[in-house]
């Protein structure tokens, strides 16, 4: 078995944990990744900007997995929360929770009496995350393209002319997040008239998961990538109902970052730079 499923399902349990210590305002505002409840329609609306966070503990949380998917905390880095605390303008204890909202996103782990670390990164990580999303997201998009109706095609139609707009500016660091929420709303707009909540929810989690390896190649371009391209075949195919087409586009474009990254010295997923106590 997949060394990812195991991992996904020990995160619907830390989930499930934390989320009852959650504060109100991140379980509201988090993207719609983690909330697929039981309820949820089988398909859902675009996902719309994050407003502003409105406690403490979701302020520290989204400027701790901002800063260790942009790599300022280096994967495998240990967090002290004694030194953490003066850096993000907190308390100990609402340090702790934030970090503790990070286990749930598997961006940290924590180690018993030793603390908590940024989650290690490497290649077979990804080649397991990106084989897994593939099984996936193809099944999801072959689901969706069969039951979309007009609705899905109109939104489908908006998300992908959001992220064009956003390529056009990818040359820009600055645009660089930009171009994650949106790249992430067109991705969720194709399966989102899949009726499987649990199938969104196991590719939310492996989105997330890939979101700092996608940024790895975003900052370096291992190898020369038409990622608008890519993106505009996979739109096409999909308004057109060429499943067979979609799916093997799909394929090769969630690949891509993965052979991008094999381009990649080592070291900038696992960094020497910092010492590890």
């Known amino acids: 078995m997949s060394r990812l499923y195991l991992e996904i399902s020990q995160q619907l349990g830390l989930f499930v944990s934390h989320s009852a210590k959650m ?21 859902d609306p675009p996902a719309t900007p994050v407003p502003e966070p409105k406690t403490l503990v979701e302020s ?17 880095e240990k967090l002290r929360v004694e030194h953490l605390k003066d850096d993000y303008g907190v308390g100990a204890g609402t340090l702790r929770e934030a970090l503790s909202l990070l286990i749930s996103d598997a961006l940290v782990v924590c180690q018993g009496q030793r603390g908590f670390r940024v989650m290690p990164m490497s290649l077979a990580d990804l080649e397991d995350i990106s084989h897994t999303r593939v099984m996936l997201e193809c099944e999801a998009l072959r689901q969706s393209i069969a039951l979309g109706d007009d609705a899905w095609e109109a ?22 997040q930009e171009w994650e929420d949106r790249n992430r709303a067109f991705h969720e707009v194709l399966i989102s008239a899949c009726p499987s909540r649990w199938i969104k929810h196991f590719l939310s989690i492996l989105y997330r998961q890939s979101e700092r390896y996608r940024r790895i190649a975003l ?43 094999q381009h990649l010295p080592e070291n900038l997923l696992t960094p020497a730079s910092r010492p590890q106590p």
Do not use: C, W
Request: net charge positive; aromatic share 4%.
């Open 23 to 43: 504060p109100i305002g991140h379980l509201t505002q988090l993207p719609a990744s983690h909330m697929h409840g039981q309820n949820s329609p089988a398909r």
């Open 219 to 261: 900052v370096h371009r291992p190898i020369p990538r038409d990622v608008h391209a890519e993106h505009e075949a996979l739109f096409k195919a999909a308004i057109a109902r060429s499943t067979d087409e979609a799916t093997a586009l799909l394929t090769k474009h969630i690949l891509f970052t993965l052979r991008s990254l």
């Open 60 to 76: 520290a949380y989204r400027n701790l997995r901002r800063d260790i998917i942009e790599g300022r905390l280096a994967p495998g």
């Open 155 to 176: 939104d489908l139609v908006a998300v992908f002319h959001r992220l064009t707009k956003a390529e056009e500016r990818l040359v820009d660091p600055a645009a660089h």
